[in-house]
C-alpha cells in the first residue's frame, strides 16, 4: 500500500520515496513508491504532474491501495526524489474548495445534490440534480463569496466508523473503506479525497461564468482564485474592446447593441429596396423574344437569382441567371423539373425544383453555358 502523503498534508510539494517497482507499460512506465505527495486522477480533479528524479510524471492513478505513477522513462529501485507542478496543485485545490462551498450552499437552500464534478486547469464545471433561475444563481455566488471572505477552516480527517455514524455528509456515490470527511463549518461536510485549501480566505474570487439546463438541472461553468481572475480579466477586455467598438462605455454595451440593431435593421432595408430595384431594372432592360435569356451577374444571391428568372420568364421560352456557380432557371412554357436534369447532365451541375422554377450549382464555362443555352 502508497503511503498517501497528500492527505497529511495538501501544501507539501516534494517529497524523497523510494521505488518499489518499475515496468514498461503503454505509453511509458508504471512506477510503484512506498509513499508519494503526488495526487492521483480522483473526485472530478485531474492528477498532478511534475518530476521524479529526471523522469517526467505524466499520469497518476489508483489502483486499489497504491498509487501509479506514469513516467516518460525508467527508474532503477531505490531512493528518488519527487516534485509536483505545485502551481497547478494549488489552482486545483483553491476551486475543488470553492466547489464544495457552492455545492453546500445549493445544497442548504434548494435541497439540490451535487450529481457531477469536472475540473481542469481552464474550466470547472458543476452539476445540479434541479435548476435554478438566473436570481438563485446570483445569490449562490453572493453567499458563496461571502464564505470565502469569512475565512472558515476547512478541516479533512477520516472519522471511525462510530464517528461517521454520527456525521450527516454529502456523497455523490456509495462509499467503501475508510471514508475521508471535508468540513467548511456552516457551509458543507463532505465526502471527498482531493487536495484543498486550509481557509476559505484562499480560495479567492468565485464566479458563476454561465450555466444551461442539464438533465432537469442545471450545469454550471465556474471558476474560482486565479482561474476567475484570469476569466474575468479576459471578459473585461473583451467588454472594453466591444465598448470602443460601439463608441459606448462598458456599462452602456446594451445600448450600443441597441443601437447598432436598429442601423442594421434600415441597412438591411435600404439594401432589400435596392436589390428590388436593381432586379427590376435588370428584368426591364431586356426585350420580348420567343427564345432563350442568359444573364450573368455576380452581385446576385440564389433568392435574387430566383426572383430575376421568374420576372424574366414572362419574356421568353426559358429564362436563366448564373451567378457564380449558382444557377436560377424559370419558364412559363416547359417544365424546369426536366429541364434541370438535362442542365445538371451537361454541365455538370446539382440541384432541382418545381415546374416553373429550379436553381442549384454548376461547374462548366461561360461559354459552354453560352453554348447550351443558344440550343
Known sequence: ?????????????????????????????????DKTVFFPESGGQPSDSGMLGDAVVTDVRIV??????????????????????????????????????????????????????????????????KYLTPEQLSELEMLANRVVRRCVDVETFFPSEDELGDIVYRSKSELEGAIRIVRIEGVDVCACCAPHVANTGEVGT????????????????????????????????????????????????????????????????????????YIDLLARSKEQTEGNILIFDELLDMPSACELASLLAKKCRIAAVVSGRTYAVASEKEDMRAFSKQLNAELEGRGGGRAGLASGSLNATKEKIERFFEK
Open 206 to 277: 468565485i464566479k458563476i461564468l454561465s450555466s444551461e439546463r442539464w438533465k432537469g438541472g442545471v450545469r454550471l461553468y465556474a471558476a474560482c482564485g486565479e482561474l476567475a481572475t484570469r476569466e474575468i480579466g479576459a471578459r473585461c477586455d473583451a467588454l472594453s474592446t466591444a465598448a470602443a467598438g460601439l463608441s459606448v462605455k462598458p456599462t452602456e454595451i446594451g445600448v450600443g447593441i441597441d443601437r447598432l440593431r436598429a442601423e442594421l435593421s434600415e441597412a438591411k432595408l435600404s439594401a432589400s429596396k435596392l436589390k428590388k430595384g
Open 1 to 33: 500500500m502508497t503511503v498517501k502523503e497528500y492527505y497529511r498534508d495538501a501544501y507539501l510539494a516534494e517529497l524523497d520515496s523510494k521505488v518499489i517497482s518499475c515496468r514498461e507499460v503503454k505509453g511509458g512506465f508504471e512506477v510503484l513508491l
Open 64 to 129: 486499489g491501495e497504491d498509487v501509479v505513477h506514469i513516467t516518460d522513462r525508467p527508474l532503477p529501485l531505490g531512493p528518488v526524489h519527487g516534485v509536483i507542478d505545485f502551481e497547478k496543485r494549488y489552482g486545483r485545490m483553491q476551486n475543488h474548495t470553492g466547489e464544495h462551498i457552492m455545492s453546500g450552499i445549493a445544497h442548504r437552500l434548494h435541497g439540490c445534490e451535487n450529481v457531477g464534478f469536472h475540473l481542469t486547469d481552464t474550466a470547472m464545471t458543476l452539476d445540479f440534480d
